[in-house]
């Protein structure tokens, strides 16, 4: 028989002892999340530099892999019948790959979705409506007493949040 898993809570390190050491932890909450920020800053300024120097590397090879890809393409459409078999396939295998044509899925565009919907209604295509019936949350908010009146309806709060706003110093810049 296997052995009750235990669950040990962590215990908490850091609790304020008086009011003197809970205003250096507010202090100190807004020094160490600012130094994360400024590390965080740091990591996105090393990203845009490593970026810039991956464009300016791939830039010849991507001009280069796009001429190829619109070439290759150019030939293919021009000698379709003979690479698709008369049109029967819609692939050609080259000993180095494979080439496809792919139909894309159909796709209904609407302009003037009014005027769409009444000429629906007018050539007795109803099929083409759909008529969507959901709730008001905004209106049973605004009325909370009558709201509660309805079965199923329940209106209570998300419960509150503990928040820690330090007072932001200006700073040039944390050193690490």
Known sequence: MKAALKNKTKAISRVPQNRDDAVFAVGRIGTLRREIEAHKAKAAEAIRHIGEVLEKEIAEVASELAEHEKGLQVWCEANRLSLTNDGKVK?????TGRINWRQRPPKVMIR?????????????????IRTKEELNKDAMLAEPDKARMITGVSISSEGEDFIIEPVELETSAIKA
């Open 91 to 95: 692939y050609h295998e080259f000993g």
């Open 112 to 128: 003037g979705a009014e005027a769409v919907i009444e000429a629906c209604k007018r050539l007795g295509l109803i099929a083409f």
